[in-house]
């Protein structure tokens, strides 16, 4: 469905997507699969988009947290292995056979459940056994007095009718921090996770096809972290300091544009609270973006958006549907003119920090009503709105 408004719109650069795979295929080198985690409709890129670029540029591996974000891709036509992170309900086992999707196993009653399932179906899950090594969510407990028991354990999930298992992976909580503390909590995780391999493949005396755990901070700071496959997320999508280290591009700009303009005497309240008071007579312009597109109501007042003039600031409460920007100084703004939100010109990184949050929750949050426009070899190729007609 297209949008038929030019109101708030997300552009999705596919080419810079390319590039950032690149860029990372070449920093992991071609022996290590590249696994992309598209989960949560690929951090609120599209998911089916962002994969079938992946695919098509030879990508081995996708990620997501729920069936239905898997069962999603396969109806949009990916067909590259996708393993699930999250849990599955049992009774969906059946359908995750079908769908040749592979499912984390996080604890024995889950290998259990599992394994009872596929059997009743009459087919063989593929799984990806998760260790637990520091992150403390999900995975297997095996940390000093639960070692042996958690190794057995897993050794006999791997031997459950049933299943294949032909992955083990952990996740790092700290790897893309770089203090001193975090960088030996990773090393420590690292190294468990590693004596537990060998642990469980010595017991089994067969090794695991693909073992796991570089997230974004591993593929940019700890290349001994690489193993079989690379497990990367934010950084493909350009957002974020490591991204910026690495020189990588951001994939979403977020734009919007000046849909009024109206001059105000000094000593004007501006919006809900009153928060925001005119010094002077200001050029107030306001835009199509609110709460409920994605922004943050704590940036109230504290972040700018950016004008082809210039960087104009957020002023008053944000509403629902709109804000307000002060053009002030920026004459040559006009209405109808676009304003980056964030992306190209103005990093995501900088309204993250102002909110004190990360990338992540940013373009998460833009929101269905929001139009993404799909760019490939610098042309306009699809534009998708979530919304139900
Ligand atoms: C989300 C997630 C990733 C990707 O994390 P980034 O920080 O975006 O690279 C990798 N592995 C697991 C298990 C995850 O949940």
């Given at each position: 469905?297209?949008?038929?408004?030019?109101?708030?719109?997300?552009?999705?650069?596919?080419?810079?997507?390319?590039?950032?795979?690149?860029?990372?295929?070449?920093?992991?080198?071609?022996d290590?699969?590249?696994?992309?985690?598209?989960?949560?409709?690929?951090?609120?890129?599209?998911?089916?988009?962002?994969?079938?670029?992946l695919?098509?540029?030879g990508?081995?591996?996708?990620?997501?947290?729920?069936?239905?974000?898997?069962?999603?891709?396969r109806?949009?036509?990916?067909?590259?292995?996708?393993?699930?992170?999250?849990?599955?309900?049992g009774?969906?086992?059946?359908?995750?056979?079908?769908?040749?999707?592979?499912?984390?196993?996080?604890?024995?009653?889950?290998?259990?459940?599992y394994?009872?399932?596929?059997?009743?179906?009459?087919?063989?899950?593929?799984?990806?056994?998760?260790v637990d090594?520091?992150?403390?969510?999900?995975?297997?407990?095996?940390d000093?007095?639960?070692?042996?028991?958690?190794?057995?354990?897993?050794?006999?999930?791997?031997?459950?009718p049933?299943?294949?298992?032909?992955?083990?992976?952990?996740?790092?909580?700290?790897?893309?921090?770089?203090?001193?503390?975090?960088?030996?909590?990773?090393?420590k995780?690292l190294?468990?996770?590693r004596?537990?391999?060998?642990?469980v493949?010595?017991?089994?005396?067969?090794?695991?096809?693909?073992?796991?755990?570089?997230?974004?901070?591993?593929?940019?700071?700890?290349?001994?972290?690489?193993?079989?496959?690379?497990?990367?997320?934010?950084?493909?999508?350009?957002?974020?300091?490591?991204?910026e280290?690495?020189?990588?591009?951001?994939?979403?700009?977020l734009?919007?544009?000046?849909?009024?303009?109206?001059?105000?005497?000094?000593g004007?309240?501006?919006?809900?609270?009153?928060l925001?008071?005119?010094?002077?007579?200001?050029?107030?312009?306001?835009?199509?973006?609110?709460?409920?597109?994605?922004?943050?109501?704590?940036?109230?007042?504290?972040?700018?958006?950016?004008?082809?003039?210039?960087?104009?600031?957020?002023?008053?409460?944000?509403?629902?549907?709109?804000?307000?920007?002060?053009?002030?100084?920026?004459p040559?703004?006009?209405?109808?003119?676009e304003?980056?939100?964030f992306?190209r010109?103005?990093?995501?990184?900088?309204l993250a920090?102002?909110?004190?949050?990360?990338?992540?929750?940013?373009t998460?949050?833009?929101?269905?009503?929001v139009?993404?426009?799909?760019?490939?070899?610098?042309?306009?190729?699809?534009?998708?709105?979530?919304?139900?007609?």
């Amino acid at each position: 469905m297209e949008s038929t408004l030019r109101r708030t719109w997300a552009e999705i650069d596919l080419d810079a997507l390319a590039y950032n795979y690149r860029a990372l295929r070449q920093r992991v080198g071609a022996d290590v699969k590249f696994l992309g985690v598209v989960k949560a409709d690929a951090y609120g890129h599209g998911a089916v988009q962002v994969s079938r670029t992946l695919q098509e540029l030879g990508a081995d591996y996708l990620a997501v947290s729920s069936i239905d974000e898997a069962a999603e891709l396969r109806s949009g036509g990916i067909t590259m292995p996708i393993l699930i992170l999250g849990h599955t309900p049992g009774e969906q086992v059946g359908r995750l056979i079908d769908l040749h999707i592979t499912q984390a196993v996080t604890c024995q009653a889950k290998a259990l459940e599992y394994s009872r399932e596929a059997v009743r179906h009459g087919g063989e899950l593929t799984v990806h056994i998760k260790v637990d090594t520091g992150m403390s969510r999900l995975g297997y407990l095996v940390d000093e007095k639960h070692f042996d028991t958690g190794t057995a354990d897993i050794c006999a999930a791997c031997d459950l009718p049933g299943l294949r298992a032909e992955g083990i992976f952990t996740h790092f909580s700290v790897s893309d921090e770089p203090d001193a503390d975090s960088r030996a909590y990773t090393e420590k995780q690292l190294a468990l996770f590693r004596r537990v391999i060998a642990a469980v493949e010595e017991k089994r005396g067969q090794r695991f096809a693909i073992r796991h755990c570089a997230n974004s901070g591993g593929v940019a700071c700890y290349p001994e972290t690489y193993m079989d496959m690379v497990r990367p997320g934010i950084l493909l999508y350009g957002c974020g300091a490591l991204a910026e280290g690495l020189g990588l591009r951001p994939v979403m700009t977020l734009k919007t544009t000046v849909s009024t303009i109206k001059t105000y005497e000094p000593g004007t309240d501006i919006s809900y609270g009153r928060l925001f008071t005119t010094p002077r007579v200001t050029r107030m312009g306001v835009v199509p973006y609110g709460y409920a597109d994605g922004f943050f109501r704590c940036l109230s007042d504290r972040c700018a958006l950016m004008t082809a003039a210039g960087a104009a600031p957020q002023r008053g409460r944000i509403c629902m549907d709109m804000c307000m920007i002060d053009l002030t100084d920026l004459p040559s703004v006009q209405v109808g003119d676009e304003v980056e939100i964030f992306g190209r010109n103005q990093r995501v990184d900088v309204l993250a920090d102002a909110a004190g949050t990360i990338p992540y929750e940013l373009t998460c949050a833009v929101s269905r009503r929001v139009p993404r426009i799909y760019y490939k070899n610098g042309q306009e190729t699809e534009k998708e709105l979530l919304l139900r007609f």
